[in-house]
């Protein structure tokens, strides 16, 4: 029973993984980009939850949606006035303008909202769901279950609708999408606005159930690139799955082996299995 | 005979440079470069500890006559050193013990701090001693609480706080007189952060539970960065302990609680080890599900007009809130050096050190609950004790000892129900 409940528990934890991660991976696949400030996306998405709460009041529904807006127009302007530009520039100067990025959002935050721990008020979606002697708490259920819904939503919108096609065009030929009447730039900054709108909801999503500060990014930032990765670059299922696979063999290890081992376990068979299949689970061989 | 001659000069010209700096002009201020996590996941109590000091600051540098006994507070500087004043340098480690080392090379070699403060983890204040003691320089140790950082024959560490020792000594105190009321307390579960701080104050508590026949039904060490710890949670509630006892920091102590709640698992009592239970975001966080929390604490704010409450007036007009155990054993520590530096008269190391060594204040002269603040030869304060507190609805009040209580204790705690 108690086992059965460690990887409820896992799995719940493992679907908001694979929503941030799920942003992630829409940047590398569109634009083969790897963006070192997703993880402080996810802690804005925090603050902005916090924010509406504190200011406007309402429920989850209110501030996931604020969170989500926000964070959408954050990730639309930051690829207006910093990535498209440094995409010109070479390959290290676009991992560490992103790193760059990361530093200026987290201690932006310090600056605003003071290294302080806070958390959301204690009755937001409060309550517990018993499903047979399994509990599951209401916040983790409802993020959970939100966030394999969007995840899946994502992967919708890139493979079966008409944006999703002009998003693939041009990640998939700039050149070509362009002389179809595509025009890269604002489909890039559309990918650009869903990837932050997406961590920004999970962020919101997290902040009901988990205590946060500004320098939350630098853990949920790690959990993510270990998701994109184990996933396969670019692939928005393959983000879904080894978010559940991670959240699940994190819960697993730290019950079996404890706390402190559960990152030992979870890196090294991200590293075996980088070794047996480096693409990833769902990458395609290059 | 000219190379002689060279030396000579140099020599001279060392002495002259140096002259001033040991005979100290009347007014030059004492520097103090001070360690801390000003950012990073503890930047919190870092923040707050600041906020003390200035505090602390202000009652040093500036006429004070309100404040009763507390040592330098009637008068404007030190007195004794020409009515100099303490100036601090406050540097930021985030929580990292190299960077800790780093800072106090820094503070000591281009700074000229005549002594350090620091460095609230354990594992910071563990290598940042280190240093001191290489170039000579007292370090006040403010509040780490891990046994190691004295008693490694240091000369110039001290430490006004508390320790592991004391307090897991304070805990089965605690146990044997609820067991005198009846209450059945013969597991406990030891739920600890794992660097030095919660991994020394945990192995002192379960070295002092084997002497008074406790038996530690699990320990649960993890890092404090856990963004999930259902896992150990199921593990506690597998194992049923009478007690559980904490040594958290801030985030992670009250992830645990709210998943406790999410859990359903509530032992009969849940005891914080001060740190993250004292943080000032805990309250806010979790007191809808955590009534009844036992924490400790040497720190009790007091009846209006006492010098204590007087002081945490003046914290709260800085900060909006009132003063935390953690921020106070700091100020408290910080009170303690500045006495030292005022008895040294001087900013000569060696003198600095002679008077920390013979510092003895009492209890009127401490706005803490300690007996006194007098240094063995490790350096640590044998005369550091402290309460035990309980939170009842957004406050915690003092329960233990009974002969400074101000309320019962509350066995088993409520938690949410």
């Known amino acids: 029973m108690l086992l059965l409940q460690v990887i409820v528990g896992g799995l719940l934890l493992g679907a908001i993984y694979a929503l941030f991660s799920s942003g992630l991976t829409l940047i590398w696949g569109m634009m083969n980009f790897i963006n070192f400030a997703h993880g402080e996306f996810v802690m804005l998405g925090m603050y902005v939850a916090l924010l509406t709460v504190t200011y406007l009041g309402g429920g989850p529904v209110l501030f996931s949606l604020s969170a989500a807006v926000t964070l959408y127009g954050i990730g639309i302007i930051i690829y207006l006035t910093l990535i498209r530009h440094v995409m010109k520039g070479p390959m290290l100067a676009q991992i560490l303008s992103t790193f760059g990025l990361a530093l200026l959002l987290r201690y932006a935050a310090f600056w605003i909202f003071s290294a302080n721990v806070v958390s959301l008020p204690q009755t937001t979606l409060s309550g517990i769901v018993d499903v047979g002697g399994i509990l599951m708490p209401m916040s983790q259920l409802v993020a959970g279950v939100v966030a394999i819904v969007l995840t899946v939503g994502l992967h919708l919108l890139l493979t079966r609708t008409n944006i999703g096609s002009r998003l693939l065009a041009v990640a998939e030929d700039r050149n070509a999408a362009m002389l179809m009447g595509i025009r890269p730039d604002r489909m890039q900054a559309l990918a650009w606005g869903l990837a932050a709108g997406s961590a920004g909801i999970a962020g919101a999503l997290m902040a009901i159930s988990y205590p946060f500060s500004p320098s939350v990014g630098e853990t949920f930032g790690l959990t993510a690139f270990v998701a994109v990765t184990l996933g396969g670059f670019g692939s928005v299922p393959g983000a879904l799955y080894a978010g559940l696979i991670i959240g699940l063999i994190q819960a697993l290890s730290a019950y079996w082996l404890g706390a402190i081992y559960k990152d030992i376990v979870v890196y090294a068979m991200f590293a075996a299995l980088l070794w047996l299949r480096p693409q990833g689970l769902m990458g395609k061989a290059s | ?417």
């Open chain 2, 1 to 417: 005979m000219k190379k002689t001659s060279h030396l000579m000069a140099a020599l001279l010209a060392a002495v002259a440079i140096s002259a001033p700096a040991t005979l100290a002009r009347a007014a030059d201020p004492i520097k103090v470069g001070i360690i801390w996590p000003l950012t990073g996941n503890a930047a919190a109590a870092g923040q707050a500890s600041k906020a003390a000091i200035e505090v602390a600051l202000d009652i040093i540098n500036n006429k004070h006559p309100e404040l009763g006994d507390l040592p330098l507070a009637a008068t404007e500087g030190l007195p004794n050193a020409g009515g100099a004043k303490i100036v601090v340098e406050f540097t930021d480690h985030q929580g990292n013990p190299s960077t800790a080392q780093q800072l106090a090379v820094r503070l000591i070699t281009q700074d000229k701090v005549h002594a350090l403060f620091g460095a609230y983890h354990s594992s910071c204040s563990f290598t940042a001693t280190a240093v001191s003691e290489r170039y000579g320089i007292p370090f006040m140790v403010g509040e780490s609480a891990a046994g190691n950082i004295t008693g490694r024959g240091f000369k110039w560490t001290f430490r006004g706080t508390p320790i592991a020792s004391d307090y897991a000594a304070t805990y089965m105190r605690f146990f044997a007189d609820m067991k005198k009321q009846g209450r059945k307390i013969e597991t406990i579960a030891i739920v600890n952060e794992n660097t030095d701080y919660g991994t020394s104050v945990a192995a002192a508590i379960e070295e002092e539970a084997k002497k008074n026949g406790i038996s530690v039904a699990i320990k649960v060490p993890y890092s404090a960065n856990s963004t999930d710890v259902a896992p150990q949670v199921l593990q506690l509630k597998e194992k049923n302990p009478d007690v559980a006892i904490f040594i958290s920091y801030t985030a992670d102590a009250i992830l645990f609680m709210k998943t406790m709640r999410n859990l359903n698992y509530l032992p009969p009592m849940v005891i914080g080890d001060d740190t993250g239970f004292s943080d000032p975001s805990f309250i806010p966080g979790v007191s809808a599900v955590a009534q009844g929390v036992m924490n400790r604490s040497a720190w009790d704010i007091g009846k209006p007009g006492t010098t204590t409450y007087k002081i945490n007036e003046m914290y709260k007009a800085k900060t909006g809130r009132d003063l935390d155990d953690t921020s106070a054993r700091n100020m408290q520590s910080f009170f303690a050096l500045a006495d030292a530096l005022n008895r040294a008269g001087s900013n000569d190391p060696e003198k600095i050190r002679a008077a920390l060594v013979a510092t003895d204040l009492k209890p009127n002269q401490l706005m803490m609950g300690y007996e006194g603040v007098k240094f063995d030869q490790t350096g640590q304060n044998v005369l550091a004790a402290t309460y035990l507190i309980q939170l009842k609805g957004d406050a915690y009040q003092l329960v233990w000892p009974d002969r400074a209580a101000a309320a019962k204790v509350e066995w088993p705690m409520k938690g949410w129900k």
